[in-house]
């Protein structure tokens, strides 16, 4: 069984149990190149799920955060066409995906359903991970929270 969980953006925070206790989790950019169309970072993207799926997999299921504001057209248009490319890419695949609320995966990670990004952080930290960044710390706990949700189950 693996399990993908990933706070979509730009600066994508990425995270995969793939054991039981076996958790890898980092953060990757998709930038574009001054002479490529916007197009290349959603074909790196797949590339790299496929990448993910290939090393790790096969997968089970990819929770992503589910995030209903956006504080810019710009993030509102990159998380979009991120979750476009994911849904996709799983339904392709028979991959099943969820979305988790942020709320509810702030308040399983913090007790507050409106933690702040170093929060996050700590909270992660607190739990015996080293996250890269704000955006590593979200999947991570967005995994924790499933990981939890199953094991309980």
């Known amino acids: ?11 994508l925070g990425w995270a ?15 930038r574009v190149g001054r002479h490529e169309s916007a197009g290349h970072r959603w074909i790196r993207f ?3 799920l496929q990448e993910i799926a290939d090393g ?9 955060e589910e995030v209903r504001a956006h504080k810019g057209v710009d993030a509102a248009h990159m998380y ?3 979750l476009a490319q994911l849904q996709g890419w799983c339904v392709k695949k028979g991959v099943e995906y969820c979305g988790i609320p ?13 933690a702040n990004k170093a929060a996050m952080i700590e909270a992660m930290r607190a739990r015996g991970f080293s996250p890269e960044t704000d955006n590593d710390a979200d999947a991570l706990a967005l995994l924790l929270c499933v990981k939890a949700e199953r ?3």
């Open 56 to 64: 790790h997999g096969p997968l089970e299921c990819v929770y992503y």
């Open 102 to 114: 942020v709320a509810t995966i702030k308040r399983a990670a913090t007790g507050k359903g409106n």
């Open 16 to 30: 995969v149990w793939f054991g039981p206790d076996d958790i890898l989790h980092g953060t990757t950019e998709f």
């Open 80 to 82: 979009g066409g991120f």
């Open 151 to 153: 094991e309980a189950a």
């Open 1 to 11: 069984m693996t399990v993908l969980a990933l706070d979509l953006g730009a600066k």
């Open 46 to 48: 797949r590339t790299w």
